[in-house]
């Protein structure tokens, strides 16, 4: 894979590009939390949420960025805090993030709502808007609940190779809740990207025509992750296709290649509405084959978002995963 000189191996890859400068102070601070929840008796979930920017230049002027606003990560880590869950929620810089999300300054700007009431020259009172109050006490009674316990902690990535670092040595930290770790790998993460090596330092300079730029594809770490860094994590990966004629069978090879427990497949267009999990068929319900039919199970979830327009898909499908998760502790549990 390595000969034509532009795939890289995970293990090139961390060989040849530098880490984050502040990777050692997030894993101490990733190492803590963790240690607190494994003595509170808490699962934790890794929860990777918005897109990866691939910078050009050394001095970054001009990157490539991954579609992804941070809904789908945003929205499942709240659920998951609510169905007991620690949460590590890995997200990119300025992306949405649990509990704020809901006022996010482009659609629900929390400054339209709250209002100033001069009752008194010298004691100014600031109110929220009746027809606000009831969410905004709901989130941020959670919200608050939450810090009480301390059960999330969050922690930032910009581009494609802060992620990878930070995905790893997240990863490995987590192994030592052995099947209590949850990853839920909803970010939009870059297949190709520009080694270090071949980066202009100062800003492409243009009046030369056209650009071209020759990118390498970005290692398949979803195989160490499985293999190396957290055996025994129960590990979720995300599809996106524009295709959906192509999710299932992309799905299936992403399950096939790495081996690993769930692939939710999303429609771009229809994502906020339905989602289809593939996992691999039980053995014993099987029996031994190999056809790609038999040997993975689909399993769609969809809501009505006419019928329910507040309805949160992500409600679902951390139900579901909240189930399967602990079926696959409780197997180990029997083995
Ligand atoms: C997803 O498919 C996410 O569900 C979305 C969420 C990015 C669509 P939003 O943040 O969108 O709610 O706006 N994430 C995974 C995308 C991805 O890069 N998957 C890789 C692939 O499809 C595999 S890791 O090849």
């Not at 590009?17 to 494994?38: G, N, W, Y």
């Not at 993030?97 to 482009?106: A, E, K, M």
């Not at 929390?110 to 600031?126: A, R, T, V």
């Not at 409600?315 to 083995?335: A, F, G």
Request: hydrophobic fraction near 40%.
């Amino acid at each position: 894979m390595d000969s034509s000189g532009s795939d890289f191996s995970a293990e090139r890859y961390f060989a040849t590009q530098p880490p984050p400068p502040s990777l050692d102070e997030d894993i101490a601070r990733v190492r803590t939390f963790i240690r607190h929840q494994l003595q509170a008796g808490r699962k934790v979930v890794l929860v990777t949420s918005g897109g990866t920017t691939v910078p050009l230049e050394l001095n970054v002027v001009r990157f490539l960025d991954n579609f992804s606003a941070g809904t789908r990560g945003a929205t499942s880590a709240e659920y998951f805090l609510k169905a007991g869950y620690a949460v590590i929620f890995m997200h990119r810089q300025f992306s949405l993030q649990p509990f704020s999300r809901h006022y996010s300054h482009s659609t629900h700007p929390f400054l339209d709502f709250l209002e100033i009431d001069p009752s008194g020259s010298n004691n100014i009172q600031i109110t929220v808007t009746p027809s606000e109050r009831d969410q905004l006490l709901e989130v941020l009674t959670a919200y608050k609940e939450v810090h009480r316990l301390g059960t999330m902690h969050t922690l930032n990535f910009v581009t494609v190779n802060d992620y990878l670092w930070l995905l790893r040595a997240v990863s490995k930290e987590l192994s030592v809740l052995g099947r209590n770790a949850l990853f839920y790998l909803a970010a939009a993460v870059s297949d190709f990207f520009l080694p270090r090596q071949k980066m202009s330092e100062h800003k492409i300079q243009s009046g030369k025509g056209s650009l071209h730029i020759e990118m390498d594809q970005v290692p398949k770490i979803l195989k160490p992750l499985v293999d190396e860094w957290t055996r025994e994590g129960f590990i979720v990966s995300f599809k996106l296709e524009t295709d959906p004629a192509l999710l299932i069978p992309k799905a299936r090879t992403a399950l096939e290649t790495y081996g690993h427990q769930v692939v939710i497949g999303n429609d771009l267009h229809r994502r906020k509405f339905e989602v289809v999990f593939v996992s691999p068929r039980e053995p014993c319900s099987s029996g031994k084959t190999n056809d790609a039919e038999s040997t993975f199970v689909e399993t769609w979830i969809r809501i009505d978002l006419a019928k329910d327009p507040k309805k949160e898909i992500e409600e679902d499908i951390v139900q579901e995963l909240v189930n399967r998760h602990h079926s696959w502790i409780q197997q180990s549990k029997q083995s």
